[in-house]
């Protein structure tokens, strides 16, 4: 091991002169790049990230696990990303009319995170050019990242609007379809309808049950007034005896009162069987009316009947327009959300600048010592490689020649 590195090293010091001239280059190069570069000036705007609610338009009820400090790192990559992008150096280059191409800008810009917030800063030729691209990059960059972001809502809004339409057409097909039903049934409202029969049975039943009621009762008189004239004509008969005996004694008062007995008997007997006619024609018409009573009652049975034969039938078209009603209102308020969510990405966005750029008052600081320090060790390594390549391809081309103990053999050092 220790024979080995003595080869390595004899090797570099050999051709050591090839790594200085290459370091002396690389250097110079640098310095005089560094010695003749015109100042640049930095311009930085400051912006901060706002948790908003997501855009998309979800349809359905998601769980979410994404944090606030998870949504603020996202937000920050993904608008990095943005404000490094080709595209958007391309439309700060078409808007502010410069001569450079999309890398070259992008070479000279850099953004960096802190916290929430984003520091985006641009060096250019001139305080007003640094200032001017870096408010042009950063509004061309949130102009096109508030586009990406509001696709979501924009693409859900169309899908939303397209299902809407079709949902209000199902709902104007069900209700045309209810309406329909009601025309060829005539019933405005069924339940109210069945109410209506139910109450009309009821109190026809009722006036039913009334109608027995009177009739047994103008029976009940009608036998006692009958009972009655019996009465009155047995004692018209018994004063019609006490007359005759009467008349045998010749007691003409007994007479006369026996008489005036069996006329006032008479007169009575009449009026109550008078009574008892009339009695046995009201419950002749009380019968009659309880049996037209159940008669429209037994109609109303049929037409309820009927009415309760369309209850599913009118059950499955009312919740076929609740249905359609519901999908409806649903996706109204989901076409609502969308609009609102749209609006919010393109206007208020996820970035806010809180610090916009002003023209720098001094040169931005020289990255001279990082170029020197990078371009030396490149140097040196790249000097190292070129040494270790000749000294490889010497061997190649003169392989008879007799060689030291210590010359290079490719895998090691005899």
């Known amino acids: 091991m220790v024979e080995q590195s003595l080869g390595y090293w004899t090797i570099l010091r050999k051709r050591l002169w090839v790594i200085a001239v290459l370091f002396v280059a690389t250097m110079s190069v640098i310095g005089y790049s560094a010695l003749t570069a015109k100042p640049r000036y930095r311009a930085s705007v400051r912006l901060q990230v706002l948790p908003v609610e997501p855009e998309e338009v979800t349809l359905f009820t998601q769980v979410r696990n994404m944090t606030i400090n998870d949504q603020i790192i996202t937000t920050q990559t993904d608008f990095i990303s943005v404000v490094t992008s080709d595209i958007v150096a391309l439309r700060t280059i078409a808007k502010l009319n410069l001569d450079i191409r999309a890398s070259d800008l992008l070479d000279h810009v850099t953004a960096t995170r802190d916290g929430d917030f984003i520091t985006v800063s641009v060096e250019g030729d001139s305080p007003q050019q640094a200032e001017e691209i870096a408010t042009t990059l950063v509004e061309s960059a949130l102009k096109y990242y508030r586009e990406t972001r509001a696709r979501p809502a924009v693409a859900s809004g169309q899908f939303i609007r397209q299902q809407l339409e079709q949902a209000k057409q199902e709902l104007a097909a069900a209700e045309d379809a209810l309406l329909k039903f009601k025309l060829q049934n005539n019933v405005g409202s069924l339940d109210r309808e069945i109410q209506a029969y139910q109450d009309a049975i009821r109190t026809l039943r009722a006036n039913r049950d009334n109608a027995l009621i009177a009739a047994r009762q103008a029976e009940a008189r009608k036998a006692e007034y009958e009972k009655l004239a019996k009465d009155m004509e047995e004692a018209a008969d018994a004063a019609v005896r006490q007359a005759a005996t009467a008349k045998a004694k010749g007691d003409e008062d007994a007479l006369r009162k026996a008489q005036d007995a069996e006329e006032y008997y008479r007169q009575k ?105 990078a371009g030396a060790v490149v140097s040196i390594l790249a000097g190292g490689v070129l040494v270790f390549l000749l000294e490889f391809l010497e061997t190649l081309w003169r392989p008879s020649r007799p060689r030291p103990t210590t010359e290079w053999t490719g895998d090691r050092a005899l």
């Open 269 to 373: 007997a009449r009026d109550y069987r008078a009574l008892a006619g009339d009695q046995s024609v009201t419950a002749a018409s009380q019968r009659t009316a309880a049996t037209q009573y159940e008669q429209l009652a037994a109609r109303r049975d049929t037409d309820l009947a009927t009415l309760l034969g369309l209850t599913a039938e009118r059950d499955a078209l009312q919740m076929a327009v609740d249905q359609a009603r519901s999908t409806y209102e649903f996706l109204q308020s989901k076409a609502n959300e969308a609009a609102l969510k749209q609006s919010q990405a393109l206007s208020l966005g996820y970035l806010q600048v809180v610090e916009p750029a002003h023209p720098p008052e001094r040169p931005a600081p020289s990255r001279f010592g990082r170029i020197a320090l």
